[in-house]
């Protein structure tokens, strides 16, 4: 292709685009800071494809590489800050995650409270996890299930009790203690 017909196809074909493709590029990959540097190698890329054959779209050829380049940029720096760091191994990383033996143990006592809340009646239930685990206020949990605020009292202490009992009768004591 004759250098003016593919400087006119630039003109004409490309270049009105690059207002949109910066608009993308901006709004779909907010945490990029070099869109004009994208916005450039996108240019470049499209012209040395032209070179070599015809572009049937190319609108959506531009941007198909600008979202290729930004992809292989996003790369590169996450492999860049990994490089970048010394022998991982030699970093004094403390390990605040329980070990095998606690994780086994709290896993045992949600169980147990699982099985507290379905032996729960079915309203004490529902007041008791709207209020102490989903933490909905006294007085919306009353509106909602349009009770009185002091029934919502009673119903949750009432199940702090029932659930209490059953896990004392399993060997867990405390244990709700710590919650709301």
């Known amino acids: 292709m004759p250098a003016a017909a593919l400087a006119r196809w630039f003109n004409e074909e490309v270049h009105p685009h690059e207002g949109p493709l910066r608009g993308y590029l901006r709004g779909r990959y907010p945490g990029v800071q070099d869109v004009d540097d994208v916005v450039q ?3 470049l890329r499209i012209w040395k494809a032209r070179l070599a054959r015809p572009i049937v779209s190319t609108k ?8 290729h ?3 292989d940029k ?3 720096e996450r492999v860049a800050r990994t490089e970048s760091l010394e ?4 970093l004094n990383v403390m390990d605040d995650r329980p070990d095998p033996a606690e ?3 709290y896993h045992e006592k949600v169980s147990l409270v699982a099985d507290a809340l379905a032996e729960l009646p ?5 007041v008791f996890i709207l209020r102490k685990f989903k933490d909905v206020p006294q007085r919306e949990i009353a509106f909602k299930l349009r009770i009185a605020e002091a029934t919502v009292e009673s119903q949750v202490a009432r199940g702090m009790k029932l659930m209490e009992r059953h896990l004392r009768a399993r060997g867990i004591n405390g244990f709700l203690s710590d919650e709301k």
């Open 60 to 67: 959506t050829f531009l941007f198909q590489i600008a979202r």
């Open 87 to 90: 022998d991982l191994a030699l």
């Open 41 to 43: 190698e996108s240019f």
């Open 122 to 126: 079915d309203r004490c239930r529902e």
């Open 74 to 76: 996003v790369r590169r």
């Open 103 to 105: 994780l086994l143990s």
């Open 69 to 71: 380049l930004v992809v």
